[in-house]
């Protein structure tokens, strides 16, 4: 799972020239799944948004805060497209990006996640799969990218069979 994480004056998305979700002063966050993705990504991802120190405290010192502590709001976006490659011939290629059905899923899992960790009403999201205008007024600008390390299925599979071979097979 990847998640750019921009620190914002303010933000918005725009599906269809109706303004869908908008914030103040918080997180734009793009969220990417990798085909590999798991709830154990969702929860690793969920707890370094909220407790990522990108605002000064009240005695100025610098990277202090979270969103959580400033009680701001986040604007979750999903983008497929953090998960993609350019092909030889420069085309893009996405297919490390979880398919479309699967992520919607997971991204509903994580966008609740998000809201059931902090105050609900202060995390917006996009409307995944949709084709949106998204804006921002990044203040810094300050922007870091977050990245889990997924498990591909097969190897962890693999991990599995290998422990349950019993002690003497192995003669």
Known sequence: MK???????????TVEGTVVSQIGPGILALVGLHEDDQRQDLQECCKKLLACKLWENDTGGQWRHSVK????????????????????????????????QPARELYSQFFDMVREAYVGERVKDGVFGAMMDVSLVNDGPVTLVFETSPQPSGIVNETIEQKKEPPDAKK
């Not at 998640?3 to 998305?13: D, I, N, T, Y």
């Not at 709001?73 to 993609?84: A, I, M, N």
């Open 3 to 13: 998640l750019v994480v921009q620190r914002v004056k303010s933000a918005s998305v």
């Open 69 to 100: 502590q400033k009680g701001f709001e986040l604007l979750l976006v999903s983008q497929f497209t953090l998960y993609g490659t350019l092909s030889k011939k420069n085309q893009p290629d996405y297919k490390l990006a979880m398919k479309s």
